[in-house]
C-alpha cells in the first residue's frame, strides 16, 4: 500500500524539520505533504530547500482541520497518514501502520512525551455513546485507508478544536474500526498541549463538544447530561483553584460565562449541521464543501527540478 504523509504546520519550523528527519529516516518510501500556513517564521523557505517534501500546499487559514483536509487533497497514497509537527515517527511506525491497515480502516497508536522523570505514553481510550463503542485518536499520529478518509469526507472545519474527536464519532456511527497499534508511536518533541486537544480555551472546549454531541447524535437528554457532567466538574475543579488563591473568583466566574454561552452556541450549530448534512457521514463542512483552501502549491513529484 502506498503511504502518503500529511503534516499541518503553523510557525513550527524548527520542530517541523524534526518532524521531517523522522519520516526521512523511518518512512523514506513515503509521500510527504507540508500543508502550511500561515507561518511567518521562514517555514515555507525551510521546506522548499528539502528533498524529502513531494508536495507544499500554502493555505490562508489557521484552523487545523481546514490544513488536515488540504492535506487529505494534496495526497495520491491509498493510505493517508496524519502526523503532528511536533511528532517525530519511531522505527516501528511505517510498518505498524500498513500492518494495522490490513485488518482495519484506521490505525492510531501512542504518543509518547518526554519528562524529567523519563517518559510518558498514552493508552487506548475508548467510551460508549448510544450504543456504539467509540476508539479515540490523536489528530497528530493516526493513519486511514484512503477509501474511509473519503467517505467521512475529511474532518469537520467549523471546529476549532476537537476535530479528531469529531472525526471518531462519525467512524464509530458508520462502523469503521479505529485499530490501536503500539508500533503505531510516535514522540512529542514539545511539552505544549496537542493543537487539537481542548487546551485552555473553556469556551471552544464546550462549543465543540456540545457541537459534536449533538451534531452526531441528536438534542437527547444523555447527551445535555454528559456535557453538564463535565462542564460540573470542571467548575468544581476550577473552584478548588479559587479557594486555594491560585484563581481570582472573577476569573472562575468568567469561565463559567464563557462555558454557559458556548454550549448553548455549540447545541445550535450542532443541530444546524445536523440538519445541513443528514447522511451518516454528519460533515456539512467536510473536505468536500469547498476547493479554495489552497493559495499557493509547489508539487515536486512530476519534476523535482521546479526545486533549483
Known amino acids: ?3 502518503s504523509v500529511v503534516v499541518p504546520t503553523l510557525n513550527g519550523r524548527e520542530r517541523l524539520a524534526s518532524c521531517l528527519d523522522a519520516l526521512a529516516a523511518h518512512a523514506p518510501d513515503a509521500e510527504v505533504v507540508i500543508v502550511n500556513g500561515p507561518s511567518a517564521d521562514g517555514t515555507t523557505g525551510m521546506v522548499q530547500d528539502r528533498d524529502d517534501v513531494d508536495v507544499l500546499v500554502e493555505v490562508s487559514d489557521r484552523k487545523l482541520n481546514v490544513a488536515r483536509n488540504a492535506g487529505l487533497s494534496a495526497a495520491s497514497g491509498e493510505v493517508v497518514a496524519l502526523v503532528g509537527q511536533d511528532n517525530a515517527v519511531e522505527s516501528s511506525w511505517a510498518e505498524g501502520v500498513h500492518a494495522g491497515l490490513e485488518d482495519a480502516d484506521v490505525v492510531t497508536g501512542p504518543v509518547h512525551r518526554s519528562v524529567r522523570a523519563g517518559v510518558t505514553t498514552e493508552s487506548e481510550e475508548c467510551c460508549t455513546i448510544d450504543g456504539k463503542e467509540v476508539t479515540y485518536f490523536d489528530g497528530g499520529n493516526v493513519a486511514f485507508s484512503r477509501e474511509v478518509a473519503e467517505a467521512m469526507d475529511g474532518f469537520d472545519e467549523y471546529l476549532v478544536t476537537g476535530g479528531a474527536r469529531d472525526c471518531a464519532h462519525r467512524l464509530a456511527t458508520n462502523g469503521h474500526e479505529v485499530a490501536w497499534s503500539p508500533d503505531v508511536c510516535v514522540t512529542r518533541t514539545d511539552d505544549e ?5 481542548d487546551g485552555r480555551d473553556w469556551g471552544w472546549k464546550y462549543r465543540a463538544l456540545a457541537y459534536r454531541l ?4 441528536g438534542p ?3 447527551i445535555f447530561r454528559r456535557t453538564l457532567r463535565d462542564a460540573a466538574s470542571d467548575a468544581v475543579e476550577n473552584a478548588t483553584d479559587v479557594i486555594r488563591g491560585e484563581k481570582a473568583p472573577s476569573e472562575w466566574m468568567g469561565n463559567g460565562k464563557r462555558v ?3 454550549v448553548v452556541v455549540g447545541c445550535k450549530d450542532g443541530l444546524w449541521a445536523r440538519f445541513k448534512d443528514r447522511s451518516e457521514t454528519r460533515n456539512p463542512y467536510g473536505l468536500s464543501a469547498r476547493a479554495d483552501r489552497a493559495v499557493e502549491r509547489y508539487d515536486w513529484r512530476t519534476d523535482p527540478e521546479e526545486r533549483e
Do not use: C, F, I, S
Open 1 to 3: 500500500m502506498e503511504l
Open 193 to 197: 498541549d496537542d493543537e487539537d486537544g
Open 214 to 217: 449533538v451534531k452526531n447524535y
Open 220 to 222: 437527547r437528554p444523555g
Open 260 to 262: 454557559t454561552t458556548n
